[in-house]
């Protein structure tokens, strides 16, 4: 069964009364979490009700080595997630054959978190879970909690291989919300190009935090980043500060209302901090002794907070089921709250709170996720070999395409075949194979370098655009300048500093086209889907004053390239259908590279994901089609179903993608419509006006638009 329904619903209700009515009547309990700060505050709850029989537990990777064998032996009451139950449940099943003979149910919350490519992991860990389980002589009741979703008895299906019953209809008591949609304004500067800047959604955000912390209002910021989270906690403790008394003043009753420690009740939680930080952080939230907290989504599927009066949402948050999920962080008890999505300078953005009806009113999204893929499917197939040997009858369990990526495994020496089945016969763990939250490779550690102090982690493929030599790197407030960084090591060394400046790093792609799986015709072009590999490096990093954006510097930078086999959708057009815009005056790679960057801004309005989980390409001429040709891809090794989802929606991703052009107050593009955070090429050339008739040359003929859902 799954419960989908909103932020305090009673879904933590739901599910407990079942699950320590197992626990009393001598079965065990399994319960699973995206995030281990849920964990950890379920524990808290769960040890606050006073139950003698109830021995819960978590086993995370925070859990001391001392107490994994109590919890082994003697706990009934299992809190962990799915990396846990990949790298050690599993393997070792043997060590947990207590718990496994008595286990009765399988809690899994936030599920809707379990999406792309993390979720199809998940999916086929689960499936492994049940084999394991009928090797104990178990088959445990699946019981799913998830914010609201669409189709969600489709999802958990999905996501666990069983047929699923859903209860979606939310009853639960809640009071009223204010919901603000703030654009920021547009400041005096230029940026590239000549555009209008605008004020930035971190700054403007920092700034909000400090005026409802100064008036005593409890209040989460999410961000988009690690370093966002950072940098609207720095700003906001900066302001806070400012306000302040100053001993020399005179007090008065103004000043009398603000207290001396203010800027101390802010902080910053985000993921890589080390596991003694966020125990203290996410206890001081309870306490109320943090007013302000500025977090990354960890605290989205994080600690079940109550008692906030206000949230602030730096920048869609890539899917209506977030926003709401992290509005409702607000407002528990049937409390007034406030919500304040705060635009970035970003097309989808700019579109949203200019066209509210595509929020409000709207259902959410489905959860996209494809178990089937065969670069996730193979590695689970390979460490439940390593559990025990895989047989003909496992194949239905782990879905259509197993057969087809069993025989692959064999050809590739990684799984032998015997007339009992296949099996793992390397030294290696098995589990090693998959990577399921794809990071791509084992976390670089940040250490300063005059004191050897570990600061935190950084996964591996993001360690090349954000502690590269020479970046700006921030943490717990204060900033460092990375000296080294030292792949093979997987080490960053760092000093502290204080520049002025903020770095980004630039990167180029090339693209190649392995297959096309489908096809159609779209206006006078075609659009297509299928099979890709992307080639991307980081060639140098930007230097930008941290107050104006102006850019003060380039350094080159010599790192690796990394290569990526997944899936893309692309449209092309004839040359006779472009040669007017040249014609025209108009800039056809400009063009074309504007409306790369614009469609990619606009579809995680249609796809489940985030702008930063695809990329794209654009060129007057490629190779492999000879044509106009515009890519977005999956960023995910063999793709993560959203650019599927793209090529499906095309139509109304296409209209929605050139009307936030056209409408965009600019004159010749700014990043509320054509230029990106994340280009490579440092958003040149762009043709906002090319952009827009390429797109409709693209449409023409087609259907009259319907409503976006």
Partial sequence: MIISTGTASGKTLAYLVPALTHVLDGGTVLYLTPTKALAADQLQNLRGLGLGALRAACYDGDTPYEERAWVRRHANYVLTNPDMVHRTLLPRHSQWSSFWRRLRMVVVDECHGYRGVFGSHVAQILRRLRRVCARYGTSPVFLLASATASEPAVAATRLTGLDMAEVATDMSPRGGMTFALWEPPLTDLRGEGGAPVRRAATAETADLLADLVAADVRTLAFVRSRRAAETVAL?????LRELAPHPAEPANAAWEAIPDDLADRVAAYRAGYLADDRRLLEKALRSGEIVGLATTNALELGMDVSGLDAILIAGWPGTRASLWQQAGRAGRAGQEALAVLIARDDPLDTYLVHHPEALFGRPV????????????????????????PLTQADLDLFGPAAAEVLDDLVSRGLLRRRESGWYWTRRERATDLADIRGSGGSPVQVVEGDTGMLLGTVDEPSSHSTVHEGAVYIHQGETYLVDTLDLDAGVALVTAADPDYTTFARDTTDITILDSLRSRPLGPGEIHFGTVEVTRQVVSYLMRRYQTGEVIGEEPLDLPPRTLRTRAVWWTLPPGRVVPLVEAGHDLGGAAHAAEHASIGLLPLFATCDRWDIGGVSTEIHPDTGLLTVFVYDGH?????????????????????????????????????????????????LDKRGAVRLLTTLLEGEPPATPTT
């Fill in 365 to 388: 999204e489905a959860i996209v996720l494809d178990p089937d893929n065969p670069y996730i499917l193979g590695p689970h197939l390979c460490a439940a070999a390593a559990e025990i």
């Fill in 235 to 239: 700003t906001a403790k900066a302001r």
């Fill in 637 to 685: 090794e063999g793709g993560a179903g959203i650019a599927e989802r793209g090529y499906t929606r095309a139509l109304e991703w296409l209209r929605a993608t050139r009307e936030a052009i056209e409408s965009c107050e600019c004159d010749h593009g700014c990043p509320s419509c054509i230029q990106s955070p994340k280009c490579g090429n440092g958003n040149d050339p």
